[in-house]
């Protein structure tokens, strides 16, 4: 099956979002995002888009508590609006203590976001976290082939400075797709990659569906402190974009 992930430049969905939130400027902004989608309809879209993995890992060993899988990633959520430019968060993961009924829990702190400006976050370091950090709910159960799909329990509520939407926070209410399969793929080796699928409902500054097929996330194991060089955004291990 094709996947068609739609990919509208930045510059007009701050002008979108902008006006939406402005105040008088906008008067209708449902009726301004609705035109701007419309005129992206018009902009030729990729042939081929991410897949995510559906490939079988024969005696996955599924991580439990202790394991090297846990630990800190960064995770990267690729959203229909501007795929290559994703939000990015710290995600600190551990897992259950019971092989028998394995599973995994998170935790989420919004990062500044690398595509905006200095000017516009010239209080922050790149990559600076931006407290709160999200309890998302949890756990979530694993299942036999260490796969799992998640709806959070809290709206995801990511401050301007974290995203490239808007100057205001962005909230959204969101299910990560069935994961890639997260196993240790040596005893005490961590897995590197953990991805999935992404939909639900953004909910501030305007409504907006992610849509299936066209949302992506990933989480990518580092030490909390230095980024890495490649950042990836879905299980195809695209890389995003450099940071501005």
């Known amino acids: ?26 008067v209708d902004p449902q009726g301004t995002f609705d035109d701007f989608a419309e005129r992206d309809e018009k902009i030729v879209k990729p042939t081929e888009a ?4 559906t490939g079988v890992v024969e005696g996955c060993v599924v991580p439990v508590a202790g394991s090297a899988a846990e630990g ?3 995770f990267a959520l690729s959203a229909q609006l501007e795929n290559t430019q994703p939000l990015m968060f710290r995600a600190d993961v551990t897992f259950g203590a019971d092989a028998a009924a394995p599973t995994i829990s998170f935790t989420l702190t919004p990062l500044r976001t690398p595509y905006r400006s200095a000017a516009d976050n010239e209080s922050l370091a790149l990559y600076e976290e931006i407290p709160p950090t999200l309890e998302i709910g949890g756990p979530f159960a694993l299942d036999a082939e260490g796969k799992f799909s998640a709806d959070l329990k809290k709206d995801l509520s990511v401050d301007g400075k974290a995203n490239l939407f808007s100057p205001n926070a962005l909230v959204a209410t969101i299910k990560l797709g069935l994961s890639n399969q997260i196993c240790e793929p040596a005893e005490g080796v961590a897995p590197t990659t953990i991805c999935g699928a992404v939909t639900g409902m953004v909910t501030k500054p305007i409504p907006l569906e992610l849509n299936e097929g066209e949302n992506f996330y990933a989480m990518t194991k580092y030490d909390g402190v230095t980024i890495p060089p490649e950042i990836f955004y879905d299980c195809a291990l695209s890389v995003a974009d450099a940071p501005l």
Request: glycine share 6%; with cysteine; net charge neutral.
């Open 1 to 26: 099956m094709e996947l068609r992930v739609l990919q509208i430049p930045a510059a007009l969905v701050i002008t979108a979002i902008a006006a939406s939130v402005s105040g008088g400027a906008c």
């Open 50 to 53: 991410p897949a995510v993995s």
């Open 72 to 74: 800190t990633y960064l």
